[in-house]
């Protein structure tokens, strides 16, 4: 039949298609790009604010920024396709572990606003990498003297088995250390982590930069403090 022409039901064929990829270890090693910085994308699948039909007035681009309640939706649609590829992954069993455990998977922007803010940058790794990563937490790096992304991927690379000297413009792993308790999340990881649900945030690492906690929702603030008494609770280092 060819390319579904609906957003929500395309994205979900391809991300049903990573997860079978895994699966049927047919690779080990997959990105996924739902959407590009300069995207033309339109919404009309998800309903606008204030009733006006859908977000398909302006493309993904010039929406990007306005960051208002139509900008927000559309980046909670983004975190629910992640969060239903952790529940799929994490419904396939593979030995004592699940999928999701075996994986290690990295959901990231090259934005941190639609300003062209690329200073600070949330990162979220799904998975313990057959249990190598210690998942359950957030590590801020803002202000720390190694902060590059480049450092994160090598650190990923040494549990993918992959030993380099340097990646990009680092030659030094990223630290795996705690940072303060000052900042929380920020709308988008907020919808992330409600999506995501409680239990799946046991093999989950938030990396995040400079945050803050902005939600009208209940839900969300309830998951953001379970999430924050987490991080004060024993064995959080």
Known sequence: EGI???ISEHMRLMCDILVLAF???????CTLKLNNDHSSLRFPNLPAAGGKGGIDYMIHHLLSHTNGADWLKVN???MQQLAYIADRLNSIQEGERTLLDNSMIMFCSSMMTGGHDNNQLPVVLLGQGGGQIRTGRVLDYLGKPNRKMCSLYLSLMDKAGVRLDRFGDSTERLLAHVGSLGTTLD????????ELGASLFERTVVIVDDVQL????????AVLERLIDRM????SG
């Open 76 to 78: 909670q649609f983004f």
């Open 4 to 6: 579904p022409q609906d």
């Open 232 to 235: 004060r609770g024993p064995g």
């Open 23 to 29: 699966q049927t270890d047919a690779t080990r090693v």
């Open 214 to 221: 902005v939600s009208g929702s209940a839900e969300v603030r």
């Open 187 to 194: 709308q988008a990881l907020g919808s992330f982590l409600a």
